[in-house]
């Protein structure tokens, strides 16, 4: 399995901007399907975005437009750009990795990373 780390997160207020990243060890992330998904206290994990092989991509209704997932093979590094923040963006984000296309549930992901946490004040 590929080891997965994130880093950028912070403390923002409304209307900003963070970029997340995700760096890979232990195999290359080009292999992989690259999600994010967040969690916020007291709710369930849900999907953010996602990025195939090719660099298709596939957002969550509720950051479209404001977010943008990315990848840089040669680095092996999966980003995660959110601007125009609002409080309810206000989770624990975690980035996943998984070997088919269109997965959108986190138990159809093999590989996590430990979280960064977000929090946007309003």
């Known amino acids: 399995q590929v080891e997965l780390v994130e880093s950028g997160g912070g403390l923002v207020q409304a209307g900003g901007s963070l970029r997340l990243s995700c760096a890979a060890s232990g195999r290359t992330l080009s292999t992989y399907v690259m999600g994010w998904f967040r969690q916020a206290p007291g709710k369930e994990r849900e999907f953010v975005a996602n990025i195939g092989w090719s660099g298709a991509t596939y957002y969550a209704d509720s950051v479209k437009g404001r977010f943008t997932i990315s990848r840089d093979n040669a680095k092996n590094t999966v980003y995660l750009q959110m601007n125009s923040l609002k409080p309810e963006d206000t989770a624990v984000y975690y980035c996943?990795?998984?070997?088919?296309?269109?997965?959108?549930?986190?138990?159809?992901?093999?590989?996590w990373g430990q979280g960064t946490q977000v929090t946007v004040s309003s």
């Open positions: 996943a990795a998984t070997n088919r296309w269109g997965q959108r549930k986190p138990d159809e992901y093999s590989s």
